[in-house]
């Protein structure tokens, strides 16, 4: 019986309007953690 392997890689990007600095240094790491665990979630 054959068997098949699937690997899909996301490479996601998005940006501000006028690609302007809203998200600040301090909040980045958080919210860059908060994101990767919504799209974890929905795997």
């Known amino acids: ?3 098949s392997f699937t690997n ?3 490479h ?3 940006s501000t309007k006028d ?3 809203i998200i600040k240094e301090r909040y980045q ?3 860059y953690d908060y994101i990767g665990g919504i799209i974890r ?3």
Request: charged share 20%; glycine share 0%; aromatic share 12%.
């Open 29 to 31: 790491e958080r919210l």
């Open 41 to 43: 979630s929905q795997v």
């Open 19 to 21: 690609r302007r600095p």
């Open 8 to 10: 899909l890689i996301y």
């Open 12 to 14: 996601i990007i998005f």
């Open 1 to 3: 019986m054959p068997h």
